[in-house]
């Protein structure tokens, strides 16, 4: 199970946003379990906390920190730690210090060698860094997106502060994951700042931090933090609640303060807007996750776009920018691969400029010789039409990313075919439809589609990602 759904499940099943920190601070142990053995008398307080809270949390974060700063022991601790948790309580781990260099091999020890759920991590060293997290489709990043540290403030308000740094990094970071796999954490106790991060970013999990500071603002902080379905904000236990005694007590009237409140506030917010849009989502699409994926990373705009033909389309696809996100971009050559695999050909022939790196990722990914039609042949050189080698005779078959009047690929196909080669198969990701498979067959011509713009459509609706306007517009278009 994924991060994310076991997080929802937590959250449902035991009624709560609040996740504890699982901290081995010697400053804040209580003193009922000071031990000649300092390990010892942490692992006693870790236990009773996790065994008082384990019901009314919807996740666990292990400060790394904090372990080791007590040496090999408190790695050692941790180990033990991660291994009391309930496996079905999701394991936030607090790393956020690691380097570009390490971070592939930092992701691999902590997903696969300590199984924790997700991870902190810092946004300044850039989407690469937190790229090799992202590879593990089960887990997932919460990036550092602003800290309550007053010293903090000069960078995080820079430069102004209408437009301030931290904002830009909750717009970037948005860019690099899904909703599912990345998460903002936002250390405040301004309910103002939890609001502005709120309006930039609805669909994410925000992780929240520091917000006990400043009392009585539980209310301002859950109405500025909740999205619009009242979820989508985890909300820390307080410090020093894990030194009582009566902890399970305390942490069970804080849930209940909260949910109070939450539910108030969604009563206060009840309008359309809180809604899914009124489809049936039982039939989830195979693809959800790449629509998803491709969604989030701006290759599926909607607005008013005008076509090469002149024509206005509500929609505009650009798969050319798959190739700055790796994950993404594998999936899409997977999702390509499944239908070439069902067809014969003896060469690969990419569409440019669109095209080619996906044409390039599946004649790598499946062993075949690539070749290309040029857009434009030059004046110079050796003035080809087509790039790479291929014998006359020989079945190529065509990629290109998008069908909406199909010229594009029939033009590329027919320059393949005066150079004395056979163009039996077209193989898009995306079909426009409106008859263009039609026109294609007519011009003898297969073509294969990964997805249909309806498909496309009706699951970012589903979803929540498009509101009624766009889908109406694109349904009337
Ligand atoms: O949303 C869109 C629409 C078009 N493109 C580009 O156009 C061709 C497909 O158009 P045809 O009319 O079928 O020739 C496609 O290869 C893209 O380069 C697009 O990227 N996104």
Request: aromatic share 10%.
């Amino acid at each position: 199970m994924n991060f994310f759904d076991k997080l929802q499940n937590n959250i449902t099943h035991n009624q709560s946003l609040l996740f504890v920190g699982l901290d081995p601070n010697p400053e804040m142990m209580p003193k009922r379990y000071a031990d000649e053995d300092m390990i010892a008398g942490l692992w006693n307080w870790l236990q009773f906390i996790i065994a008082e809270t384990a019901d009314f949390v919807c996740a666990y974060k292990p400060t790394l920190g904090f372990y080791e700063a007590l040496g090999i022991p408190g790695l050692e601790l941790l180990h033990k730690t991660l291994k009391a948790i309930p496996q079905h309580i999701p394991i936030i781990l607090d790393a956020k210090h690691s380097d570009l260099n390490t971070s592939t091999i930092f992701a691999r020890t902590v997903f696969t060698e300590w199984q924790v759920d997700a991870i902190t991590l810092s946004p300044y060293i850039g989407q690469d860094h937190v790229a090799p997290f992202l590879v593990y489709p089960d887990k997932a990043v919460f990036i550092l997106s602003c800290t309550s540290n007053p010293g903090a403030e000069s960078l995080q308000q820079y430069p102004t502060n209408e437009s301030p740094l931290y904002l830009q990094v909750v717009k970037e970071s948005r860019t690099w994951g899904t909703p599912e796999q990345l998460g903002l954490e936002v250390g405040t106790t301004n309910p103002e700042v939890l609001a502005l991060i709120r309006a930039v970013a609805p669909e994410r999990i925000i992780m929240a931090r520091s917000i006990w500071a400043q009392e009585n603002n539980l209310h301002e902080i859950l109405a500025s933090g909740l999205n619009d379905h009242g979820d989508g904000l985890l909300i820390p236990v307080p410090q020093d609640m894990l030194s009582s005694p009566q902890l399970a007590q305390e942490i069970a009237s804080l849930r209940a303060e909260i949910n109070l409140a939450k539910n108030n506030i969604i009563q206060e917010n009840s309008s359309c807007s809180v809604w899914l849009p009124d489809v049936c989502s039982f039939n989830q699409h195979p693809q959800q996750d790449l629509i998803l994926q491709l969604y989030d990373i701006g290759c599926i705009m909607f607005g008013s776009f005008v076509q090469a033909s002149g024509a206005t389309f509500p929609y505009y696809v650009d798969l050319r920018k798959i190739i700055s996100n790796p994950q993404v971009f594998n999936l899409v050559l997977t999702a390509y691969a499944e239908i070439l695999q069902n067809l014969t050909f003896d060469r690969i022939a990419g569409i440019p400029y669109g095209s080619l790196p996906t044409a390039t990722g599946l004649a790598l990914r499946l062993n075949y010789p690539m070749i290309f039609p040029r857009k434009e042949v030059k004046a110079h050189g050796t003035r080809k039409v087509i790039e790479g080698n291929f014998h006359a005779g020989e079945t190529v078959v065509v990629v290109d990313d998008i069908l909406i009047s199909g010229k594009s690929a029939m033009e590329g196909a027919e320059k393949l075919q005066s150079a004395g080669l056979k163009v039996n198969d077209i193989v898009v990701f995306i079909d426009h439809e409106a008859g263009v498979k039609d026109r294609l067959k007519a011009n003898g011509y297969n073509s294969y589609a990964v997805l249909t713009i309806s498909e496309i459509t009706e699951t970012l609706y589903q979803t929540g990602r498009i509101n009624e306007e766009q889908f109406l517009a694109f349904k009337e278009s």
